[in-house]
């Protein structure tokens, strides 16, 4: 670490010099311990954002048979056994767990709205992806892996976004952001991206 000390406290003698950099490496530590924090409320929403796309997904392809065909919850859960209605399952638990997670980890995170949408978006893309190219290279589809593409879709979509919010520090320009944040290391540098 590198230590700035500006010219006017150099020449104020040895205390303040002392004083100048215990007080940055308090700065240093605070926001290390601050930042370790919110680390791990993030990581604990990622976690339970996880569980809960699971379990809705996994109940919510049920949904329209045990409600006796409610033409409302078609609107939300699969109505027949093709791929696009099976997309379903991850975009609708995980959007409903965005709104309740945005209103919570907005401080802990400034770019979550921009990374949960793209997190939900390459999740629900991931499905269909997935589940072409194994039935295209096997010639049929297997009830075990078709809940493994679901399973990997959601990891996917929390993957994504936990490396989205990890590497973005704010919300303004975020499709920028992604490209820079992205390429975390450039001519052997390190890019460290300040809000713009």
């Known amino acids: 670490m590198v230590l700035f000390v500006p010219p006017t406290v150099r020449t104020a003698g040895i ?33 339970s954002g996880i569980v809960f796309t699971s379990a809705a997904g996994i109940l919510s392809h049920f949904l329209y048979q045990w409600s006796g065909k409610n033409p409302l919850l078609a609107l939300i859960s699969p109505v027949n056994e093709s791929t696009l209605e099976h997309m379903k399952l991850i975009f609708f638990p995980m959007l409903l767990f965005s709104l309740f997670a945005s209103t919570r980890l907005k401080e802990a995170a400034p770019s979550l709205t921009g990374a949960l949408i793209l997190g939900n978006l390459l999740g629900t893309l991931s499905i269909p992806i997935l589940f072409y190219t194994y039935t295209g290279i096997t010639g049929q589809n297997f009830f075990i ?52």
């Open 15 to 47: 205390f303040t010099v002392y004083s100048h950099i215990i007080h940055q490496y308090t700065r240093k530590i605070y926001q290390s311990y601050i930042g370790g924090f919110m680390e791990i409320r993030i990581k604990k929403y990622m976690i």
């Open 145 to 196: 892996a078709d809940l493994a593409v679901f399973f990997t879709a959601v990891l996917t979509a929390w993957g994504v976004w936990l490396s989205l919010c990890a590497f973005c520090s704010s919300s303004s320009l975020f499709a920028y952001r992604v490209f820079l944040c992205s390429m975390h290391e450039t001519n052997g540098r390190h890019v460290y991206i300040q809000s713009l």
